[in-house]
Structure formats: C-alpha cells, structure tokens
C-alpha cells in the first residue's frame, strides 16, 4: 500500500495495491500492521455502509467528545468527492479542509482522524463504506452546512440532493460561536 500524507496534519490517503487478472481483481483495504507502521494504529469498532445515487450530498457531519470518531472511508462502487475538515481548536490547520476524489476504480481510501467534520457527494450510484475508531453516538452529532460561505467547498456537482437534516446545519462560523 502507499500511504501520502495530506497538508493537514493526520489526514492520509491510501491507495492499496491491486491485483488483477482476466477474472476480476484483488487488493487488502486493510491490515492493522501495515497501518500502523504508517500512522494509523487505531483500532475500529463499527463499520457502516451507505448507497447513494448520482448527485446525494452527505455531511458535514461529526461527533463530539468523548465519542469523536477517526474513519477509514472508500467507496466500494461508484465515485465520490470526499471532503474533510479540520475542526480540532487547537490545530494550525482548523477550519482548513481536503478533497480528494474516491474512485472504485482506484480503490484508494481516506483515513480521516478524530476531529474532523465529514462529508461526501456521490458523482455516480456509490456504494460508501467506512470503518469507524469510536461507536456511534446520536446524542454526540454535529455538523456543518455543506455549502457553507467560508470553506467554499467544490463538491464536484451542481443542485445536489441534501437531506433536511443536513439543510438545517449551521455553518462553521456559527457552530464555533456556540462552543462545540
């Protein structure tokens, strides 16, 4: 596997090495050891899995402490900007976000740690899965608007299919006033 690190301290991608023939193909999407010698030594305790047709948008979504998750995240099938943003208080980076593009094709994934609001926009069907450091917890959700002025964040599509939920999110602006 290579693993590259991001401009955002903890943020890696990954791109495993694939293995195929006239049959189909095969490739580890993980090994506890490999990521660990790279920097992600964590243990997941819940993975989930998501469909989302061409043009959903999902996110910012994150959780607060204690229960603050750190995910593994790639797609299945299909393809989708990933976003990742930095919310951790104290980081040189906070409010500073990456994008990066998840491919079935490519099989690359994302390691997103602990203190980062997340989201995704399905740019084909995309079946997205993640594994996750921490369980989930309803009563520790947060989140920020997708479109939210300040991060400016190009999702790669236009008019995107956002649930309620995530429409009445405030911005980023707002959810640091509020002392998250």
């Not at 694939?18 to 095969?26: K, L, N, S, T, V």
């Not at 998750?69 to 990742?84: M, N, P, Y």
């Not at 976000?97 to 399905?122: C, T, W």
Request: charged share 20%; proline share 5%; hydrophobic share 40%.
């Amino acid at each position: 596997m290579e693993f590259r690190k991001t401009s955002i301290e903890g943020l890696i991608e990954i791109f495993p090495k694939i293995f195929g023939d006239a049959r189909g193909h095969f490739f580890e999407s993980y090994r506890h050891n490999i990521f660990a010698e790279n920097g992600i030594p964590f243990t997941f305790v819940q993975d989930n899995q998501s469909f989302s047709t061409a043009g959903v948008l999902r996110g910012l979504h994150f959780q607060s402490q204690p229960y603050s998750q750190g995910k593994l995240v790639r797609v299945i099938t299909g393809k989708v900007v990933d976003v990742a943003v930095d919310i951790r208080p104290n980081s040189p980076t906070f409010g500073k976000y990456e994008r990066f593009v998840l491919d079935s094709k490519l099989q690359n994934m994302v390691f997103i740690p602990e203190g980062f609001a997340h989201g995704f926009a399905a740019l084909e069907d995309s079946i997205f899965t993640y594994k996750c450091t921490n369980i989930y917890n309803k009563a520790a959700e947060g989140g920020i608007i997708w479109n939210d002025p300040d991060l400016n964040i190009d999702w790669g599509i236009t008019n995107p299919n956002v649930s309620e939920k995530d429409l009445e999110l405030p911005t980023f602006k707002e959810l640091i006033s509020k002392g998250f």
